[in-house]
């Protein structure tokens, strides 16, 4: 089993940068893929960024390649995600996930419990 922990959201002003966090427990965080999904009011939960266990390979969804960062510390058993360049419709709840690849939500087998970014225009 693995317990996964977001932090780092907030209240940010468009044009601004925010960093989330999701620390891991449990199983051997270093073996596994991680994930960063969000799911606005009203609306699915859609894919944000991935990365492999080994940190080699990313993915990105388009509508935030080039302004978010996805990256992973595995001597911190922890995942980042790096927000820059906010804009309003980067508005959700923010998870992490982890045991599984792809872009969709039921691909991941475990989730942490959100954490909530609001962008103001």
């Given at each position: 089993?693995?317990?996964?922990?977001?932090?780092?959201?907030?209240?940010?002003?468009?044009?601004?940068?925010?960093?989330?966090?999701?620390?891991?427990?449990?199983?051997?965080f270093s073996?596994?893929?991680?994930?960063?999904?969000?799911?606005?009011?009203?609306?699915?939960?859609?894919?944000?960024?991935?990365?492999?266990?080994?940190?080699?390979?990313?993915?990105?969804?388009?509508?935030?390649?080039?302004?978010?960062?996805?990256?992973?510390?595995n001597?911190?058993?922890?995942?980042?995600?790096?927000?820059?360049?906010?804009?309003?419709e980067?508005?959700?709840?923010?998870?992490?996930?982890?045991?599984?690849?792809?872009?969709?939500?039921?691909?991941?087998?475990?989730?942490?419990?959100?954490?909530?970014?609001?962008?103001?225009?």
């Amino acid at each position: 089993q693995v317990q996964l922990v977001e932090s780092g959201g907030g209240l940010v002003q468009a044009g601004g940068s925010l960093r989330l966090s999701c620390a891991a427990s449990g199983r051997t965080f270093s073996t596994y893929n991680m994930g960063w999904f969000r799911q606005a009011p009203g609306k699915e939960r859609e894919f944000v960024a991935s990365l492999t266990w080994s940190g080699s390979s990313t993915a990105y969804a388009d509508s935030v390649k080039g302004r978010f960062t996805i990256s992973r510390d595995n001597a911190k058993n922890t995942m980042y995600l790096q927000m820059n360049s906010l804009k309003s419709e980067d508005t959700a709840v923010y998870y992490c996930a982890t045991g599984g690849w792809g872009r969709g939500p039921s691909s991941w087998n475990y989730w942490g419990q959100g954490t909530q970014v609001t962008v103001s225009s």
